[in-house]
């Protein structure tokens, strides 16, 4: 059997869920295909939680009317009427919705965050669902909350793997239907309460089952052709790899490339099953394969990361950065959950390059305790993979150096453009 996965923009409107029914009739069956909220949804339901939990009754009725008259809207594109009877469980399912908006919500934000914004991958995939039905396309939906089981981390839950893998084998047995129907992202408790598994975890939901039911192979539909050397927005003359290893790919998503949700690897690498990442606009291209054998070690890869910010310490009374002063300051940016995304020490300095998005300043003050504090914001981390002078020089034209690392396989650099 094989897994594939449909992204929000996939599914962004009626035509987008013709095209994706169309990919789906012609896939290879038994196939399980695992469907995101549709188009921009998640954040329009993280928006209507937010202001559901804050008591904010306007403007939360507002949002679920906008949420409702998106989805109906396709509906209606697709089916030519919201009276077809294949759509019931679509109409159920705002009247659960419904019912919670009228609840008082507990005092759990994120309890709260992953029974709301589920109901996101839940109206997508009845719809996609119902649409392929509708279209003669044999199918079953299934409710992944009952066999993709997790803890009760609300928003990032922890998959059991062993149970999960048992009720997902029960459960996807290509007996009654030789295609299911099934939701990303979300999960289960024991309990059966709606859990969720990190923002963009569609693509894990995919690995875990692939895993789970030793799929063949996995497929990631996107909107570009295959995974990229570069974001094509940054640099216009990205092109397309052609295969590259597990290894490789989850090197590339630590670095900060957005290729694919970094969790998803690990479940696929295990069992040796490949990975494809191909385009949905064009699904005669043939993408890129991920798996053990990946080629991938002459083109250069460049990744950057905007919106950093440098930071310099010191030891105040000029001594050295030592080992434990080196613990200390980890342990500090630890506690604080701020990553970092490249490191240097030298006997005087050390140094880190961090994402802007958090709020730094409750670290840097403790920092400011110990040590003396220097930082350069706005900056960018440029990676480049399997670099080559040539490639470098060209790349850093008309910047300025702020710090550079170079290894054997990387060449790194925080830049400022000028
Ligand atoms: N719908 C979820 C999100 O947008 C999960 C996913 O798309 O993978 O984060
Ligand atoms: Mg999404």
Redesign the pocket.
Known sequence: MQVSKF??ASVKNADAVRNISKIVDSLVKPQVIVV??MGKM?NAFEALVGHYFAGDRDAMITQYKYIRQYHESIVVDLFGTLKEPLLDPVFQLLNDLEVRLEQQPSMHFDFEYDQIVSF??LFSTRIVSAYLGHSGIDNQWVDIRHVLKTDDIYRDATVDWELTSRLMQGTFTFVNAPLYVTQ??LGGTLSNITTTLG?????YTAAIIGNALDAENVTVWKDVPGILNADPRIFPDAGKIDSLSYAETIELSYYGAQVIHPKTLKPLQNKQIPLFVKSFVDATLPGTVIGKDGEQDSMPIFILKRNQVFLTLMARDFSFITEDNLSEILALFSRHRVGINLLQTSALNFTACVDNKNDLTPLMDELKKKLVLRYNDNVELLTIRHYSQEVIDEKLEGCTVIDSQVTRKNARFVIKVN
Request: no cysteine; aromatic share 8%; net charge negative.
């Open positions: 992204g929000g995101s909220a998640t996101g991958e990303g992202f923002r963009e975890g569609s693509d």
